[in-house]
Nanobody, 125 residues
Framework: QVELVESGGGLVQPGGSLRLSCVAS????????IGWFRQAPGKELKGVLC????????YYASSVKGRITISRDDARNTVYLQMNSLKPEDTAVYYC??????????????????WGQGTRVTVSS
């Protein structure tokens, strides 16, 4: 079964850190770009970051620059989202996704069609 599985979410205080993982099963991530998205309570799903197959980063959300980074470990079939200096407005369900057609470069945020089930991040004191 082909799937993307996110993990690592939880409750964290403002200023804290979390590392989210996106593990692929049933296929290899090598050669594919992967994006991270988030949906805050009552709001639309929005892109956060993408990493290309070669490790290049594309930011979809300027508000996370300097605080959130993306990386990949193809040997572990995993893409990570390292989130530092977290703010209450980072509270959301976070999803990883692969681009339509399985491209190696980061597309626009509307060009994804395969999603994980999400992991919830709550930033609160």
């Amino acid at each position: 079964q082909v799937e993307l599985v996110e993990s690592g979410g939880g409750l964290v205080q403002p200023g804290g850190s979390l590392r989210l993982s996106c593990v692929a099963s049933g296929f290899t991530l090598e050669g594919y770009a992967i994006g991270w998205f988030r949906q805050a309570p009552g709001k639309e799903l929005k892109g956060v970051l993408c990493i290309s197959s070669s490790g290049g980063t594309t930011y979809y959300a300027s508000s996370v620059k300097g605080r959130i980074t993306i990386s990949r470990d193809d040997a572990r079939n995993t893409v990570y989202l390292q989130m530092n200096s977290l703010k209450p407005e980072d509270t959301a369900v976070y999803y990883c996704a692969s681009p339509r057609g399985g491209g190696s470069n980061c597309p626009g945020p509307d060009e994804y069609d395969y999603w994980g089930q999400g992991t919830r991040v709550t930033v609160s004191s």
